[in-house]
């Protein structure tokens, strides 16, 4: 039972990335489901959820207007389409699910204990 993450590369800045998130071993849709990112040398954070019902978004303040997360519950899987990369965007990319039935409003929720289901995060890297 996990979340595995794919989709990441080496891009230039201003580039796209579409990253996906595929569910194995359980029901995605029947659970809120989160991006999170770990740069080297800082912690995890929170970029972007999308709610149980498809009823409630999340985007990290540097990443709005530029990221855009959506959800084929049909396909057990949850996109990352990330357009116009920062090289302040490199980190490894990873998905979690939470039982919560809505996206969390406040960037500290995206650090406790209520999301699982971790898989192997993606890279991605943007050059200058």
């Known amino acids: 039972v996990q979340l595995q993450a794919s989709g990441g590369g080496l891009v230039q800045t201003g580039g796209s990335l579409r990253l996906t998130c595929a569910a194995s071993g359980f029901t995605l849709g029947l659970y809120t489901i989160g991006w999170f990112r770990q740069a080297p040398g800082k912690a995890r954070e929170g970029v972007s959820c999308v709610g149980r019902s498809d009823r409630s978004s999340y985007y990290k303040e540097s990443v709005k207007g530029r990221f855009s997360i959506s959800r084929h519950n049909t396909k057990n899987t949850v996109y990352l389409q990330m357009n116009d990369l920062k090289p302040e965007d490199t980190a490894i990319y990873y998905c979690?699910?939470?039982?919560?039935?809505?996206?969390?409003?406040?960037?500290?929720?995206?650090?406790?204990?209520?999301?699982?289901?971790w898989g192997q995060g993606t890279e991605v890297t943007v050059s200058s």
């Open positions: 979690a699910a939470s039982s919560r039935g809505l996206c969390p409003s406040g960037a500290s929720d995206y650090n406790g204990p209520s999301w699982f289901y």
